[in-house]
């Protein structure tokens, strides 16, 4: 077949950019795949900063800008056998012959239901999300039935190392992922994590230079590191090392009211229950979903929930290697490969007429 894949934001290489990425990868190995994006440094970024092989994927213009015309939207599009759009809240005309819709984000409160959307909606066989969280608005806003089909994590590259007094947490350096409050926690209970680092690493784009710069007038002390930037190899070394990795985005949001200020699922947590670190995780969007607490890592509420569950985990050894045997296990649902076989499912029910909106 032949397939084209569309993503707004591929500049910023971020969790719904790899989720993408790993579709065209996977879907390259047998059908003609091209990718609407016009920076010719794609290729050579998803490799070095997200270990994603899309050399197979031809690169083309991407008529689906905002700078192109209708009438070429339409006419490109229409040469497609399937299309696969990562939504930014609207939904994009194509006469593809075959459609499907990502949403990686809880949008609500954009239209959803209006005559337009509707008629463009009529044109596509699927909607997917990427959390059951992410579905439960995407359903309400579109009225839809859309499936869950969880990020794709490279889990078999991440492995246990040497653990090291280190806390981690990874993700881009934005307000979004709370790192004030992360490096507020830690510098809390300074004197009990006496001994201890606490690793932040992530992507930082130009325009959350400000932001970083705030972080680094927080983290004097050699204790807080903050990494922008690192290679896929750096990060798999972070990972093997921490003992620990810590999640705050959605922290001091409400849910209801802000759902896209909550992490919308989170593959980071998942690489780091991968290398053997005990997640524990801000009890909010879909970060449930992935650990039941207790079990292979705790979900906490606020501060003092987070430091006591801290503590208790440094306290007792034989506890510690519990809940990190069952992490990497649980971590072993969100691998590559069913991301491919549930997806492959998903493509072969629309080419078979299933429709499921």
Known sequence: ??????????????????????????????????LFWDEKDIKEKAQQILSINIHRVTLVPNIFSRTH???????????????????????????ARY?????????????????????????????????????????????????????????????EGNKQQVILSVGRFHPFKKHHEMIRIFNKASKQLNGWQLHLAGGLLKQDDNYFSE??????????????NISFSTLQKEYASAMFYWHAAGFGEGENEHPERMEHFGIAPVEAMAAGCIPLLFNGGG?????????QGYLWNDEDECLEQMMQLIANKNLRETIKASAIEKSKQFAQQEFYTKLDHIIQQIISGKVHR
């Open 1 to 34: 077949m032949k397939i084209g894949i569309v993503s707004p934001y591929l500049n910023t290489l971020g969790g719904g950019e790899r989720y993408m990425l790993e579709i065209a990868s996977h879907l390259s190995t047998v059908h003609n795949v091209s």
């Open 69 to 95: 015309s209708l009438y070429k939207k339409i006419s490109i599009s229409r040469k497609y056998d399937l299309l696969i759009f990562l939504s930014d809240g609207s939904i994009p005309l194509s006469l």
């Open 99 to 159: 459609n499907l819709l990502h949403f990686q984000q809880p949008f609500r409160g954009i239209g959803g239901t209006s005559v337009l959307n509707v008629v463009k909606l009529s044109r596509y066989q699927r909607i997917v999300c990427n959390s059951e969280f992410t579905k439960r608005f995407i359903d309400q806003e579109f009225t839809c039935s859309s499936d869950v089909l969880y990020p794709p994590v490279s889990v078999e590259k991440f492995h």
């Open 215 to 228: 972080l680094q007038h927080l983290t004097r002390s050699s204790s807080v590191r903050l990494l922008p």
């Open 287 to 295: 970060l449930r979903e992935i650990i039941q607490s207790g079990k």
